[in-house]
Each structure stands twice: as C-alpha cells, then as structure tokens.
C-alpha cells in the first residue's frame, strides 16, 4: 500500500509570492487532514476533509489560505500572498472513516520557507 | 477547545536508561490517545495508542499509561536504544480531530 505523499519536499518563496502544496492520501481514506509545524512548536491542526466537503476548517490561519479536494483524491493547500509567518514544515495525513480515533498516516511534510 | 500540554520538550538520556513523557489533556470527553515517532528528516508514524477504557498497554520496549481522572498520560521507553532518538508527540482525541502536544525530542547517548 503506497503512504501519504506531498510534494514539494521543500518550498523557498520570496514573501507575498503563491506557494502550491500537493497531498495524495492512501487510496480509500476519506478523510484528509492538513498540519502546520513551527519550529519546536505542536502539529497545528489547519482543516479537515471528509472525502471532497471541509469538515472543519478552524484552524486555517486567514483567508490567504485556501485548500481544495476536488474529486475527494488529491487535495492542494495554496498561500497567497505567502509571509513570513508561514514558514514552517507543512504536513498532510489521511485515515479511514470513524474521526478522531483511527490511526492517522502522515506525509513526508513539505518544508515551506519564506523570506 | 482540547488543550494537550507534553513535557518535557526535550530528554536526554543514556543508552539502556528509560525514558518518560508527559502529557495532560483538558476535555475530560476524549477517549483516543496516540503516540507519534517522527525521526529526523522522516514522517510523523504511530507508535502506539490508547483507548480510555485501559489504563496501560505495552509494545515490547514501549508502554503508554492512562489516567483518565487526572487527565494524564505517559509514554514509556525502557532499554533505550540510539535508534529510538527522535521527536516523540502525543495527541488527544475522539469524536473530533486530534489535538496534538508541542513534541519532545528525545536523544540516547551510545
């Protein structure tokens, strides 16, 4: 079974340039999950996807953020314009069906920098 | 909303000695508590987990402790290896989406 895959690994942007990130989950995991990681910091829960509907997107940091799922495979996570404040290492997880208590299967992370 | 703290943030130990993480949670409603390994330049990965209606559970050299009137839970690691350094976080879960801790950086001198 192929894992969680991101792309890019890593992303160096000037500030107020648009950054794409790409996550293809495992095949068959409904839900899709985006993260944000600062330097020594938590795994900021960003949103969620159940198949292609937004779940709950609380935690989207502001409306320079849009994710999409169209046809509730692929998802892209895009910045515009990037800051400096979103630097840090963007990660993407699937699971099964049953939120919150399956074991989630993360990405490789995609490194965003922003200078 | 869930608050999960973890401590500490970083654990040195020697190899053989046993290492210990912290967490505590606030919604006395979550009943799902994993354990993540992310070793350096790798993957978040699920090392183990617990379910409220256990206290303990044990993997070979890990075990994981709940305490679910304290709101507390323990990762434990016994016989540490070098390959067990890594960034070890705890989330805390349910019907909702898991709340995860800042991470510990766990490091075993050979």
């Known amino acids: 079974e192929a894992g969680v895959t991101q792309f890019p690994s890593h992303s160096v942007i000037e500030k107020g340039q648009t950054v794409t990130l790409r996550c293809d989950p495992i095949?068959?995991?409904?839900?899709l999950y985006w993260y944000r990681r600062v330097m020594g910091k938590e795994i900021k829960f960003l949103l969620h996807f159940v198949k292609e509907s937004k779940q709950d997107e609380s935690g989207m940091p502001n409306n320079r953020f849009l994710a999409e799922r169209t046809g509730g495979t692929y998802s892209t996570l895009k910045v515009q314009p990037a800051e400096l404040e979103d630097s840090g290492v963007y990660f993407c997880a699937s699971s099964r069906p049953g939120l919150g208590r399956n074991e989630q299967f993360f990405g490789p992370g995609t490194r965003l920098t922003v200078l | 909303g869930e608050n999960v703290e973890q401590h500490p943030s970083t654990l040195s130990v020697q190899e053989g000695d046993s290492a210990v993480i912290k967490c505590t949670y606030s919604d006395s409603a979550s009943n799902y508590f994993p354990w993540y390994k992310q070793e350096l330049g790798k993957r978040p990965q699920l090392i183990i987990d617990i379910r409220s209606n256990v206290g303990e559970k044990k993997d070979q050299r890990i075990a994981v402790t709940l305490n679910k009137t304290a709101k507390h839970f323990s990762l434990h690691i016994t016989e540490t290896q070098p390959e067990d350094s890594a960034v070890y976080f705890c989330?805390?879960?349910?019907?909702?989406?898991?709340?995860f801790g800042r991470g510990t950086s766990l490091i075993v001198h050979p």
């Open positions: 989330a805390s879960g349910g019907s909702y989406i898991p709340t």
């Open positions: 095949s068959g995991h409904d839900n």
